[in-house]
Each structure stands twice: as C-alpha cells, then as structure tokens.
C-alpha cells in the first residue's frame, strides 16, 4: 500500500502543483451579456419577448448549497473570473479548469432556439473566459433537444482545442445508451472528445422513477439513481461496442455508490447476458475502461478509514477525476480533498487519469 501523506497535511489544501479540476463552474450569463454573441435573429427576438433584463439567478441566495458565501459576488463575467483566479486558481493552486456552463438552454422545447443559444453561449465562453486566462478549458454546451444539432455544434467547434469535452445533462427525453444518442458519440469519438454526463434535467419527465417530488431535497438525493440508470443504459444498449474509445465521465454523480452497483451489475450480467449478447465482457470491466467520476460531491462519511474500504471494494484508482465542484458548497476553506487518499491516488486523480482522459490536455 501506498504511505499516506503525513497527518499533518489532513484537512489542508492537498492539491498537486498542475493538478486538473474537472468540474469548475462559471456564473452564467446575464441575458444582456449575451445577447452580442446571439445571431440577429434570436438577439431581436429576446427583445420582443421581453426577456433581455433577465439575470442570472444560478446560485440563488436562499439556497446556500449552490454557492459558498465567501465566494459570492458580481455575476458578471469579468468580476466572476476574477473571483475564480483568486479562490481556485491562485489560492488553491489548480493549474488547469475545465468549465462546465450550466445555463440551462437544454430545457427550451424549440430545438432550433435551444442550438441558436448554445452557439451564443460557447462563444461567450471562449471570448469572456478562455481568451482571459491559458488554465482554463471548457465543454461544449449541446442543444441535447436535437442530436443532429449536437453534432452541428461539435463539428463547428472542434478545431477549438480549448473545448475538451462535450457536455449533456443526465435527465433527458430518454435514456442516454439509447441509439437516437449515438451520432453525438459517433462525432465526439471522432475528435477524441470525452462526454460529460452532468447533474441536471430537461424537465421532460419527473425526476424520480415514482413521479414528481415535492421537495429539492428529494430532487438532489435522486441524482445519484438517475446516473446509476444512465451508466446501465449506457452498457447495455451497447454504446461502448460500437464506440470502443469513448470516454464518458459522470460530473456531480457521486461515486460511493460503485461498489454495490458494480456488484449487483455483473451478477445480472451473468444471469441475464442472452438479453444483450452485445455486451461481450463484465460491466466493471466496461466502466473501468470507459468512464470516469468527478470527485465531488463526496457523498460518503468523514472516516478515513470508510474511504480506503470504499477505494478497495471500487477496485481501480483510474476512475476517480479531482474536480472542487467550484462554487458550489461541497467543503470549507481548501480542504477540497478527503482524507484517506493515498499519494498515488493524488497524483492519478489530480494528473494522470485527467491527461489521459482528456486528450486535448
């Protein structure tokens, strides 16, 4: 086993000089930010809705969970990534950010105006964010109402290689291993493209299997079943037969969870595998090869030796990606990490599991 680092180093910033947090999140735009990277068209008809006052209200001061205190400010772009620099990228030390921009144009029913948005938003975030400062990367943002205008928006900005990943939300028209999904995969495989599978819904169906909720508490505790829905419907449609080098990785997912999901997974595998002869070896062998978990959340007790048990029954130190969860409320001062990660679980989570998943790294 690997030594651990020194119990003095516990609870402190334990992040490696370079280290890749995968699930950094910019403040979204206020309508009249941008409303310059709309075309004509979309940017007069904000107008006539009556809409181009509307700011961003992502991190809502009645629920403090979405953003820490201490890192609230102007939602402007320019205050925010000033902010960014000194909290994340200065204070903690991150040498690289990929920026996952949670606008929310998914949940828009006019598939034509959700891919017009997304255009204006990935430009907006290449001139405001990525020309402003060399460590930050980001995903592109899809108009997941329509594949055919996802794979629109990853070809015209694939020659960008500051655009890493490709970015979908959890909760969709349907599962996400289904085939209407696939030219998505088809066009991210083809530029070496992970896909970003984050917390968050279209709003076309209830949250949970059994109907509405009525609380966000409900809402938040659900996340964790519909990624371990989405990771199944991912394998058994057969999604990483046909696309064998895609990498997928679970943003805001938890990941305490894999054990008994691995478990419980392989051994319908092998009772029920005649289903989908497709799927030709283990599911763990299949998400060890093909996804990846952001780090936080860390939905597990404070007990280091809780968290080596869990690393154990997991199997693998590659499917772990460091990420902070930035602005979000997940820890408090720099104590991103938990403790009972060994050093060489640092240095892959932190380095070498992000550089090879990414390969625009």
């Known amino acids: 086993m690997d030594t651990l680092l020194d119990p003095e180093t516990r609870g402190a910033n334990r992040i490696i000089p370079g280290a890749v947090d995968c699930d950094v999140h910019p403040a979204s735009p206020a309508m009249k930010e941008l409303m310059p990277y709309l075309d004509d068209y979309l940017s007069q008809s904000v107008v006539d809705r009556g809409i181009e006052q509307l700011t961003s209200v992502h991190y809502p001061p009645n629920a403090p969970i979405t953003c820490r205190e201490d890192w609230r400010g102007p939602g402007d772009a320019a205050s925010a990534l000033k902010r960014m620099q000194t909290h994340l990228l200065d204070g903690m030390g991150v040498g690289t950010a990929i920026l996952n921009q949670m606008l929310g144009i998914q949940i828009l029913f006019n598939a034509d105006m959700g891919a017009a948005f997304a255009r204006g938003l990935n430009d907006f975030m290449a001139r405001e964010w990525l020309d402003k400062d060399d460590r930050l990367r980001a995903s592109m943002v899809l108009p997941q109402q329509s594949p055919e205008l996802c794979?629109?928006?990853?070809?015209?900005?694939?020659?960008?290689?500051?655009?890493?990943?490709?970015?979908?939300?959890?909760?969709?028209?349907?599962?996400?291993?289904?085939?209407?999904?696939?030219?998505?995969?088809?066009?991210?495989?083809?530029?070496?493209?992970?896909?970003?599978?984050?917390?968050?819904?279209?709003?076309?169906?209830?949250?949970?299997?059994?109907?509405?909720?009525?609380?966000?508490?409900?809402?938040?505790?659900?996340?964790?079943?519909?990624?371990?829905?989405?990771?199944?419907?991912?394998?058994?449609?057969?999604?990483?037969?046909?696309?064998?080098?895609?990498?997928?990785?679970?943003?805001?997912?938890?990941?305490?969870?894999?054990?008994?999901?691995?478990?419980?997974?392989?051994?319908?595998?092998?009772?029920?595998?005649?289903?989908?002869?497709?799927?030709?070896?283990?599911?763990?062998?299949?998400?060890?090869?093909?996804?990846?978990?952001?780090?936080?959340?860390?939905?597990?007790?404070?007990?280091?030796?809780v968290l080596e048990k869990l690393m154990e029954h997991v199997g693998t130190e590659d499917l772990l990606l460091f990420s902070t969860d930035y602005p979000h409320w997940q820890f408090d001062g720099t104590e991103c990490v938990p403790d009972g990660f060994s050093d060489s679980q640092l240095r892959k989570m932190m380095i070498d599991t992000p550089k090879a998943t990414y390969s625009r790294l």
């Not at 449609?237 to 997974?265: C, D, I, Q």
């Open 151 to 305: 794979v629109d928006e990853i070809e015209r900005l694939a020659g960008d290689k500051r655009f890493v990943q490709v970015m979908m939300l959890v909760m969709g028209d349907r599962p996400l291993g289904h085939q209407m999904y696939w030219p998505i995969y088809r066009a991210a495989e083809k530029h070496g493209l992970p896909i970003a599978i984050h917390a968050g819904s279209m709003y076309r169906h209830p949250l949970t299997g059994v109907g509405w909720s009525s609380y966000h508490s409900q809402d938040y505790a659900a996340n964790a079943v519909n990624f371990q829905t989405t990771v199944t419907s991912l394998i058994a449609e057969g999604v990483f037969t046909k696309f064998p080098n895609l990498k997928v990785v679970m943003s805001e997912s938890g990941w305490t969870w894999l054990p008994a999901y691995l478990w419980r997974m392989d051994k319908y595998w092998h009772g029920l595998r005649m289903l989908t002869p497709w799927v030709d070896r283990l599911p763990r062998e299949i998400i060890a090869d093909n996804f990846r978990f952001t780090l936080q959340p860390v939905d597990a007790p404070p007990d280091r030796a």
